[in-house]
């Protein structure tokens, strides 16, 4: 019976294996896509309750527009790489919350999140793109999902797995009430690992490329994170690599996503070439 039960669960944790686009590591998600997707919308809706928006319409517009613009070259790429499947049912959103925490995050499906404390470290449109780049590579690497399975197989063991995947609803529950942090007023950031955290780095760089964002800043802003966290650990770093091993994994990522990189051509650059043809 012993072996029956642990040849189940074995099955399970097989099938239950998928992969991050790109960096192509295999991940272990054992909760259905639908069921991460549905507690997310319902931690979402809570949170936009008592979050307050922010006033400030020019910033709220280029959070929007850059969210857009990552959140459509990366919807291009996966539809390139016949991935489109693993974009099922999400719907993004990007808002800015007022609030003076230097901070961001992600909910499965799509649902970004910025504060009016990052802007400052951000600087500028680019800058915002490392942010939303980094936070829609958790969306699309399914993080969330990987996360709650490493607490479902650590709490309930590979012997139980097939009982308690049975009623998983209720487990799933769980599991996103404690990830979720769910009682507290700010407390649905969620504690991603430090490798999920790199991978999201460069992910983030990639979509950022794609979306014509020069990743080279990247660089810059994460100086930047560390300087400001000096004085007191910002949430947006809780949990996540030292400050000199992310620098440190950027700059050894810049080559590939670079690859993905287009400089946008302005208008001033336009000009100068229409002069240079009608002068020959």
Avoid at 8 to 28: D, F
Avoid at 30 to 38: H, I, M, T
Avoid at 219 to 234: D, I, P, T
Wanted: hydrophobic fraction near 40%.
């Amino acid at each position: 019976m012993k072996k029956m039960i642990l040849g189940i669960a074995a099955c399970l944790l097989l099938s239950a294996c998928g992969s991050v686009p790109i960096t192509g590591r295999k991940q272990m998600l054992l909760v259905s896509d639908s069921e991460v997707l549905n507690l997310s919308l319902q931690q979402y809706s809570d949170f936009k309750k008592t979050a307050p928006v922010s006033t400030d319409k020019a910033n709220t517009a280029l959070v929007e527009k850059v969210g857009r613009n990552i959140a459509a070259a990366v919807e291009a790429y996966m539809s390139q790489a016949g991935l489109s499947s693993q974009l099922s049912g999400y719907s993004w959103e990007f808002n800015l919350i007022k609030s003076t925490d230097v901070n961001a995050f992600c909910m499965p499906g799509g649902k970004i999140v910025v504060y009016e404390g990052i802007l400052p470290t951000t600087q500028n449109e680019t800058g915002l793109a490392v942010v939303l780049g980094h936070e829609v590579a958790h969306a699309v690497a399914k993080h969330a999902n990987e996360r709650m399975s490493q607490q479902l197989l650590t709490q309930y063991g590979g012997t139980a797995l097939g009982t308690v995947l049975q009623n998983s609803s209720a487990t799933t529950q769980t599991m996103a009430n404690a990830l979720y942090g769910i009682g507290s007023q700010y407390g649905v950031t969620l504690p991603h690992s430090r490798k999920q955290e790199l991978e999201a780095d460069k992910l983030g760089l990639i979509f950022m490329a794609m979306a014509g964002y020069d990743p080279n800043q990247a660089v810059g802003f994460w100086q930047r994170m560390a300087q400001s966290s000096n004085s007191k650990v910002a949430e947006f770093m809780s949990t996540h690599p030292s400050d000199e091993t992310r620098i440190a994994k950027v700059q050894q990522e810049l080559p590939e996503a670079l690859k993905y990189y287009k400089a946008p051509v302005t208008s001033t650059t336009t000009t100068k070439s229409a002069q240079k043809t009608k002068k020959k």
